[in-house]
């Protein structure tokens, strides 16, 4: 039978199921075909939790959302154009996000009278008519997987688990995936089950197969490759990224990294990670709490290692102490926060942009940190670098906001050479620094402000460094009221006088009028939006910040120079409240706080709004 | 695994060139506890103390939490971090784990260690990085001016409690034990021969080593130990352990009891073999544990020494021994390789 092949430009897929049924797993691997084969791609996994949740309920449903093109893009999409729902949960709980006309792939065996009562079916929407604006594909998943298996010796559980390998294979074929490294991967995870690896690769082979010969596909799609700058290219999530930038702070510091960390969702990844690579000199700490993980990172500083420590909002909150500390020490510190949505606990696995304020000013006392924002999941890696050269160059500790988004989701990125990378290493101190012979740990150098960083083991430079007041120079306890108002404003200057890049604006027109501000994770939706919006006419600037403190020096004459600024955020307006505040500038703010990312059209409108208000 | 450095707790930590002296320790800040407190006698035993050990003072690091006795640090002319409450093991457990060339100290109080920084302590004491620390114990809160403390007695009466404290205290000892620490001793303040006796094994100790230290404070609650101290009293509770002699005092003996503890009875009431031995390397904790519970109604009996000297692997030689076999089994790390690690493609 001779199918017929369709050229998409774009696709965006959701695969969704119940948390056990591997559904991210079977995203990843979608994910890592497409980009061998060398689409441009973005995707936004979506998990509860619990780690299983009751089965068959909506609470317990977990997806991955992959947007794979012919050309670059910049979100993971904002309406799926394919759902694969391996239950009714599934199903129901992704069907608004549907648009009328996409595919619906679904399990036909799971829509049991039980399933369907769990969710509140009466009626399997498999067999009436209520799917009707959409085009349903529903297939036998669990038992075509078990049939497949059937000569295996494996038990039947172990079979019906299989089907997502099934489901991962029928959608290979209908996108014309390569497969090859899909089945050495399968192979590779599961090497001391061999009956299971053989099953798998067989379900998955199944997949395919069913896909090429059933009639209920008659069309597969091709989506050519996407033509993107030369270079080499791996596909990376934002925790994978900025663990490796770490990595590379440390190879470019030439000091060895230090890790403390307490497990946090979505931030463990990054612990994970970093274990893995001992023999870049790497020690990492699980500690007994989060004030532990932050306390060794700053003691590894004082001994001269790069301290970083890795957390969530919750964390950040604990340590917050501790960073005081650093601050008044003057030592170098990464404090990475992967923001989530909160108070408290919030929604532990979703997505915000909330902690900006805190990252500021949730400390007692004047004490003031430089702040740094990566904008997509690659740029997580330059950003890690930045924040260790500021911290190393400046003694100072630095908080890096990364968030669940940014976290979880991936996408191809140019290897950098390692060559371009920035020599960010520092002298220790090793001599006195005083015509007396004497070490004053608090005299610093004159263009930076920085103090010098001697480490345990100099002879001639015991000195003693604390939480406590410290004079100018000698850093002796001093209570005396004109140095602590001397020290800080030291303090402040130091960090007001950070180097930091210029923004950049991009203005295609030249002539906008309306500029687009915003800062982390929402780069992506926010040049999606404005894509759609200038080829509809419209002229828009962009501008994106990866400094929040300090800012760059040209900010507030960016800001000054157009008419309107607006600033979309995934909180209420915490970054449009300083600008304000420092530039009086009347910034509009645009505040959705629900846990996702911004959908590029409901952006789109927005922007479009100020333009037309104009 | 490389060679054993139990025992050896000073093995990493590189050799002064030439004799040092207590002068050396003593830093240039103006001493600023209150006339009479029992921190001066500790600070000095610990100053004449450091010496002896030989090791570069450059390689020398006090680490302190908060209250009166974390001021510690900057008396001694060494390098020194005085931090924030409750958290000097954290922090010291970091340097200390980078750091294996380095003697850490930690100087707490028992406010600092065992209220606001209990969860800390416990832990390194489990986890056994080599370090030593002192935890002074006055049984009071000091620096905040006399609340009651988490070793203060049932019923204290202070400023915070008109009417008297309701909790129990911790009793150090038992709780570092429970911890699973592999060095567990008491001294006194103001026995600086004792004192010392103690810290030279404490150093010794390649792990945490955990050292309560008996402290008075003369504002907030003075008198605390002094039965312990006055002649017509102190021999009758002090019980001195020492390694591998039956354990007697005064006129009494320890003994193991019918209820599976130990006992105090009239030394002339057992048999010589009845009385127990005391064996600081046992590695059952139980008869430590035992031991500690003396103090039960308190200063009945306090043992002082070394209740328990145990050794394990630490923390820090595990996680560099760690570090190296991962380099030596697959290679240093290159960037390159990491980067280019995993699936990639070519564009162009």
Redesign the interface.
Known sequence: MTKQVQQLDRVIIRFAGDSGDGMQLTGDRFT?ET??F?NDLSTLPNFPAEIRAPAGTLPGVSSFQLHFADHDILTPGDAPNVLVAMNPAALKANLSDLPRGADIIANSDEFTKRNLAKVGYTESPLDDESLSEWRVHSVPLTSLTVKALEDFDISKKDAERAKNMFALGLLSWLYHRPVE?TIRFIESKFAKKPDIAKSNVAAFNAGWNYGETTEAFSVSYEIK?A?????????ISGNQALA?GL??AS?QAKL?L?L?SYPITPASDILHELSK???????T?Q???E??GV???????????L?VTTTSGPGVALKA??V??AVT?ELPLIVVDVQRAGPSTGMPTKTEQTDLLMALYGRNGESPIPVVAPATPSDCFAIAVEAARIALKYRTPVMLLSDGYLANGSEPWK??E?DD?PDISVDFTTESNSDDGTFLPFKRDAETLARPWAV?????????????EKADGTG??SYDPNNHDLMVRLRQAKIDGIDVPDLEVDDPSGSARVLVLGWGSTYGPIAAALRRVRKAGGQVAQAHLRHLNPFPKNIGEVLKSYDKVLLPEINLGQLALLLRAKFLVDIISYNRVRGLPFKAEELAGVIQDVIDSE | MSESLNGKGLALIPRAEAKQTMKEFKSDQEVRWCPGCGDYAILAAVQSFMPELGIKRENTVFVSGIGCSSRFPYYLNTYGFHSIHGRAPAIATGLAASRPDLSVWVITGDGDALSIGGNHLIHSLRRNVNLNILLFNNRIYGLTKGQYSPTSEIGKITKSTPMGSLDKPFNPISLALGAEAGFVARTLDSDRKHLQSVLREAVAHRGTSLVEIYQNCNIFNDGAFEMMKDPETRDAITVRLEHGQPIVFADQAVRLARTGGVEVVPRASVREEEILVHDVHNPDPSLAFALSRLDEPAFAHVPIGIFRSVDRPSYDQLMNEQVAAATTQKGQGSLTDLLHGGDTWRIG
Do not use: C, Q, W
């Open positions: 890592a980009a061998e060398g490294a490759p033509k993107l700058a030369p270079g080499i290219y791996r596909n490796y990595i590379a190879v060895p230090f403390g690579h001992k023999r870049f000199g790497i020690r700490f500690a007994e709490d004030i532990a306390g060794a990172a700053l003691g590894a500083s004082f001994g001269g290692a301290g102490e501790t005081g500390l020490t290897l950098p390692i990378l345990p083991g100099t002879p001639g430079l015991e000195h003693r460094i604390g939480g406590i002796n306890i």
